[in-house]
């Protein structure tokens, strides 16, 4: 073999190495593990879908909640929705009925969080005298109302972000 | 009533089996350079290296298909390149000796090594079906561990090389029970934290703005230290004591995020390695050797001899290197073993030791990946703890080489020739990837 093609071949190692490195990190890339990644600079287009999807299987919680769609109801605290404004579910919302409303990461949750910080069931939102109440459950990372740990029930205003890992949660009428 | 995210969960099994087929490239080529360059290249002899390479990662592929469909896609094939490297640079060097007239067969010897070692991952895999069984051996792990690592101290199997005393003799084979006693150091360190996180994360008094933990929970660290510090003195091995100490030291701070932890477990160390820097001559020497590498007399009585080589080897390569089997690498002594990295440095340059060492923050970074994944205490930290002891043995031997901490006689994992190293960085590999199919496994598959 000539010179030429022994240098080519060395550099071309050099080439395959850098070329399996590259295509091993974007193995990484692709892989998210099913854990959704809401990171900036992520396509605009893809997290709409995802949040269509997320629309789409909240709707259905109207009839076990207590309300039709369609129907007004003349009670003020029943008009009420759960809106998430953070984090992997963003965008979704859950009518607030007369039934309480639970939060964490058993698939028996009304609200399901797939969240490394959420416990099984993490925090409860019920209605107590027309107001809106939310406690937590005993969660291992705690669930926060504004700056402050909620332990005890403590009602749940119109506005208030309840934070859950990387979840925020705000209540809206 | 459910909200659940579609959640959709790819094996990788295919990007795996892409990324194998560079592997095998890789592999072959080196070795075609290296056989090139000692004038022996024949088309039969490589094409049948290339066939027991598809052979062989053909079969590790199928076994992961069947047995951990959810592992790692990238685990194997980095290793496997690093594998395939290490062969031939290592093949390469019994040329280079053959030259000069010393007949050695390291290479041979490694391959077998290597393939007992695929044997060994694949029988983690196909033999712990869930790693939480491992929990329940945690006091045993931890005992095993310390017999290993005491086992060269012992009169007739324990043996004294190049002034390490790390080796025991088994079968007329030399063995480093040391690279065992990481693997059962970590299942022990793992068990032992799951447990007794909540006291060692407990708030102590604040000092200089660190919250310190309380003075009596620092038995296990103080224990730690002591047989860390043992090792160094006795059996003269400061690459070891620093590789379990560290080990150790970043499993407690992933159990209780208080970054004290660290700073008192490094603090220690250094107090540590000076003392006995100070007071033993042959701790001291590696200092010397270490600090005033490039002085004449340092470099004359042979203290730093072979680091020198290895650093004007390293130099020589240069951004692109000189190419696989046109370097000069067995200038260095011990370059087939503890210098591979400066070898590697001079044949494949800059940029191919950058490859490498990128390869090695994908294991590593894999390894965090699947601690985060895992759902469970003790996988966490077994992951972790996995993960740190391959990334803190690179430093430990990269740096000691590039000169950036003392020189110790640690091996690289997967390219440096030693049996033992070889054998329980697969068995490491296979934890991991068994580790990783768990985390990865979705839910109603998992049931």
Redesign the interface.
């Known amino acids: 073999m000539s010179q030429l093609s022994i240098t080519l071949l060395r550099m071309g190692f050099l080439v395959l190495l850098w070329a399996l490195v590259l295509s091993a990190i974007a193995v990484l890339r692709a892989d998210l593990y099913g854990t959704r990644v809401t990171a900036r600079g992520r396509g605009r287009r893809s997290r709409q879908e995802r949040d269509a999807r997320a629309e789409k299987t909240a709707a259905p919680s109207r009839a076990a909640t207590g309300i039709r769609a369609g129907s007004i109801s003349t009670q003020n605290p029943a008009e009420a929705h759960l809106a998430v404004t953070a984090g992997p579910l963003k965008g979704t919302t859950i009518p607030l009925g007369q039934a309480p409303v639970l939060v964490g990461r058993a698939s028996t949750c009304t609200l399901v969080i797939d969240d490394d910080y959420c416990s099984a069931k993490h925090c409860r939102v019920f209605l107590d005298a027309e107001r809106w109440m939310v406690e937590d459950l005993g969660s291992t990372n705690g669930t926060y109302l504004g700056n402050h740990k909620v332990t005890d029930p403590v009602p749940f205003r119109e506005g208030d972000v309840i934070r859950i890992g990387a979840t925020a949660l705000e209540l809206t009428t | 009533?459910?909200?659940?995210?579609?959640?959709?969960?790819?094996t990788?099994r295919r990007?795996e089996l892409?990324?194998l087929a560079?592997?095998v490239?890789?592999a072959v080529?080196?070795r075609?350079?290296v056989d090139?360059h000692a004038h022996i290249l024949e088309p039969v002899e490589i094409s049948v290296y290339a066939g027991a390479w598809i052979g062989v990662l053909a079969l590790v592929h199928l076994a992961l298909r069947r047995w951990a469909p959810f592992a790692d896609?990238?685990l194997v094939?980095?290793v496997a390149?690093l594998v395939g490297?290490g062969l031939a640079m290592i093949r390469r060097i019994d040329f280079a000796y053959a030259a000069r007239g010393r007949d050695t067969n390291f290479g041979d010897v490694q391959t077998v090594w290597a393939l007992i070692g695929v044997a060994l991952m694949l029988l983690v895999i196909l033999l712990l079906r869930d790693y939480r069984l491992l929990r329940r051996f945690t006091y045993t792990s931890g005992v095993l561990g310390l017999i290993a690592l005491l086992l060269p101290l012992m009169p007739v199997i324990g043996t004294q090389i190049n002034g390490a005393r790390i080796w025991i003799n088994v079968f007329g084979r030399s063995l480093q029970p040391g690279e065992f006693a990481k693997i059962a150091f970590v299942v022990f360190f793992a068990g032992y934290l799951v447990s007794n996180r909540d006291t060692l994360a407990l708030a102590g008094p604040k000092v200089l703005g660190l919250r310190l933990p309380r003075v009596r929970d620092m038995g296990p660290l103080a224990l730690v230290w002591v047989a860390a510090m043992l090792v160094q003195i006795y059996e003269r091995d400061l690459g070891t004591s620093l590789l379990l100490f560290g080990i150790f030291v970043a499993m407690l701070y992933v159990a209780t995020e208080r970054i004290s932890w660290v700073v008192i477990g490094m603090g220690a160390f250094a107090v540590g390695a000076v003392a006995a820097g100070t007071i033993f001559a042959h701790v001291g020497s590696r200092y010397t050797a270490w600090l005033h590498a490039l002085d004449a007399d340092v470099y004359r009585s042979g203290q730093s001899e072979q680091l020198v080589r290895g650093l004007f080897g390293m130099a020589s390569g240069g951004l692109?290197?000189t190419?696989?089997g046109?370097g000069r690498p067995d200038l260095v002594p011990y370059a087939e073993s503890d210098f591979i990295v400066a070898s590697l440095g001079e044949e494949?340059?800059l940029?191919?030791l950058m490859?490498?060492l990128?390869?090695y923050v994908?294991i590593v970074?894999?390894a965090m990946?699947t601690a985060?994944?895992t759902r469970h205490g003790f996988g966490k930290l077994l992951a972790t703890g996995l993960g740190f002891a391959i990334a803190l043995q690179v430093f430990i031997v990269v740096g000691g080489v590039t000169r950036v901490i003392p020189l110790t006689g640690l091996t690289t994992p997967f390219l440096a020739y030693g049996g033992s190293s070889m054998l329980a960085n697969f068995i490491i590999i296979g934890l991991l990837l068994r580790l990783s199919d768990q985390?990865?496994r979705?839910?109603e598959v998992r049931a």
């Open positions: 009533m459910a909200i659940v995210a579609d959640v959709h969960v790819r990788g990007s892409g990324l560079i592997a490239a890789v080529l080196a075609g350079l090139y896609p990238v094939p980095a390149t490297i692109f290197g190419g696989l046109e494949l340059g940029t191919g490859a490498i990128v390869l994908i970074q894999r990946r985060i994944g985390a990865r979705p839910e």
